[in-house]
């Protein structure tokens, strides 16, 4: 069994920032990718970042030069820092873990909400 544990969603202004974190536990082969998905109102799930264990990185698009993925390969954590936050990145963000023989993990979800 492996869980994923998020926190750090919350309501922010536009221009605001905030900073999601994942920890993965639990029967967890060695994992190759963490990182964070969001799903808006209506819409489907999108990759907004992530990064594999040796530390390379990739982010969508939109949310490139504001928001910073980062891990801890140790606790087995990703965090996610997002700044300049705009309401458009208002949506569910969910964890993601990808382990060395292909199997992917889901968190629950924390809500991001972008006023403006």
């Known amino acids: 069994q492996v869980q994923l544990a998020e926190s750090g969603g919350g309501s922010v202004q536009a221009g605001g920032s905030l900073r999601l974190s994942c920890t993965a536990s639990?029967?967890?082969?060695?994992?190759?990718?963490m990182g964070w998905y969001r799903q808006a109102p209506g819409k489907q799930r999108d990759l907004v970042a992530a990064?594999?264990?040796?530390?390379?990185?990739n982010y969508a698009d939109s949310v490139k030069g504001r928001f910073i993925i980062s891990r801890d390969n140790a606790k087995n954590t990703v965090f996610l820092q997002m700044n300049t936050l705009k309401p458009e990145d208002t949506a569910v963000y969910y964890c993601?873990?990808?382990?060395?023989?292909?199997?992917?993990?889901w968190g629950q979800g924390t809500q991001v909400a972008v006023s403006s």
């Open positions: 990064i594999t264990s040796g530390g390379s990185t």
């Open positions: 993601n873990v990808l382990d060395q023989i292909g199997r992917n993990y």
């Open positions: 639990g029967n967890i082969f060695s994992i190759l990718r």
